[in-house]
């Protein structure tokens, strides 16, 4: 499976924007995916993960209320409505795919390129 992330960019405080993650590869729909983040000097965080039909989710505390997390299994592609933005939402987004359910980094086998969300106060 490859993954491709989009949608970054540089919003003001307190506004949205919304991250795409294309996928190839027949099996996608059989995998968990998540979203996570990397600040600058800072550990890749877990933001939201979704399971293979959409049926179930997960958000970390720090994103609950404002991010969303779906995916189109016909277009091989997972989302992340991102509302209410601030500044310690800016890092680098990743998608990954998992065969298992896991909000650890580690279980993911497969990682998208990262797209860059900077949020101006």
């Known amino acids: 499976v490859q993954l491709q992330a989009s949608g970054g960019g540089l919003v003001q405080a307190g506004g949205s924007l919304r991250l795409s993650c294309a996928a190839s590869?027949?099996?996608?729909?059989?995998?968990?995916m998540g979203w996570f983040r990397q600040a600058p000097e800072k550990g890749r965080e877990f933001v939201a993960v979704?399971?293979?039909?959409?049926?179930?989710?997960v958000y970390a505390d720090s994103v609950k209320g404002r991010f969303t997390i779906s995916r189109d299994n016909d277009k091989n592609t997972v989302y992340l409505q991102m509302n209410s933005l601030s500044p310690e939402d800016t890092a680098v987004y990743y998608c990954?795919?998992?065969?298992?359910?896991?909000?650890?980094?580690?279980?993911?086998?497969?990682w998208g390129q990262g797209t860059q969300v900077t949020v101006s106060s």
């Open positions: 990954a795919g998992s065969e298992t359910w896991s909000t650890y980094p580690t279980r993911y086998a497969y």
């Open positions: 590869g027949r099996l996608f729909n059989s995998y968990s």
């Open positions: 979704i399971n293979w039909n959409g049926g179930s989710t």
